[in-house]
């Protein structure tokens, strides 16, 4: 009998599964604890690169602390910043918390790596003086790029040998609501070659490389395609994913699509809205597969919705398979990204 890990690879693939794959139900996730970058939980902190975080109840996520900026000038990188030492970490201790638990045989796993190329040099030189940087120069962006690039490498590898994941999640947002943060040309000059040794890093370990862009991308989409990437998330509305799925299904695992900001994640917004929603979203993407349906979820409440439809939706096609699935879940999980959340007061 076909697993849920067996079906959902099949969509990572390019195929079109027994049933709709969701992250949610089907894979393990973890922000892997052997690197000490970012935040470790909720107050102010400082991580390996010398950044200063603020993380508090409430928050969507995790924010540079106001008003400081580690690196100040990008010419002199190498005089003000070096390169954490990730190889001292104690990979096999947190390897084997971070994963405890994990159900290889019946979900696939994934690492997700946040702060990817442009997000870590912003969190060091604050958002104005990198796009500033990428214009005016570039050689020395070049140079600490290339570093970096060296170093996430050597994460990676590190993360195939003690992890063990089946896939990467690289975060690296390129996109507002309604472009790109930057011209194509800049992205593809100064940013491309330095994620296609990332991609080829996480494929040469066996792994499956997903990438993660918020806001508007779809003019990256074929540039992503030509690097060869094996998925893209989260595909927010403005993006028509509809349209890129029916055009680039046969090359590209779309995961996502959902209309976060007007509906699921809007204040005040109601079940039966958010039911609407994700029933809608699956009936227009899935047919064909190279689809997950995963919306992105700050409100973790949105993980009991999404569970109510897929296991009305996906009822015919288990009987038809003769699969079985777990009981379903009838309390909210808090994932990666709705850890911070905070509702009524209450954590």
Known sequence: MITARENILMAYHHQEPY?????????????????????????????????????????????????????????????????????????EECAAKDTAGWDRQNKISSVIIVNGLFEQLHALTG?????????????????????????RIRQIQLIARYYKPDKIQFHDDYGEA?????????WREIF??????????????????????????????????????DALNPLQVQNDPYELKKKHAKELCFVGGFDNQGILDRPGVTYEER????????????????????????????????????????????????YYPPPKPRQPRKNVYSQGYQKGGEQ
């Not at 958002?127 to 170093?151: G, I, K, N, S, W």
């Open 178 to 186: 309604r472009n790109t943060f930057m011209s194509l040309e800049v």
């Open 275 to 322: 039911v609407q929603e994700i029933r809608y979203r699956i009936e227009l993407m899935a047919p064909g597969g190279s689809w997950v349906a995963h919306p992105v979820m700050m409100d973790p409440e949105i993980g009991i919705a999404l569970t109510d439809v897929l296991y009305e939706y996906n009822a015919p096609f288990w009987e038809r398979v003769g």
């Open 19 to 91: 049933w709709v794959p969701s992250q949610y139900l089907d894979q393990n996730t973890c922000l892997y604890t052997a690197t000490r970058e970012g935040v470790s939980g909720f107050g102010r902190g400082t991580d390996c690169f010398g950044i200063s975080w603020d993380y508090n109840p409430g928050d969507p996520s995790p924010m540079v602390t106001a008003g400081t900026k580690r690196l100040t000038d990008i010419e002199n990188w190498r005089d003000e910043l070096t390169m954490p030492d990730c190889e001292s970490w104690d990979w």
């Open 192 to 229: 491309k070659p330095r994620l296609k040794r990332i991609i080829e890093a996480v494929q040469g370990e066996g792994m499956l490389y997903e990438h993660h862009s918020c806001g508007y991308i779809a003019t990256l989409v074929e540039d992503f395609i030509e690097l060869g990437i």
């Open 127 to 151: 958002f104005e003086d990198a796009l500033c940087y990428l214009l005016m120069e570039q050689e020395a962006v070049e140079d600490f790029l290339d570093a970096l690039t060296d170093y």
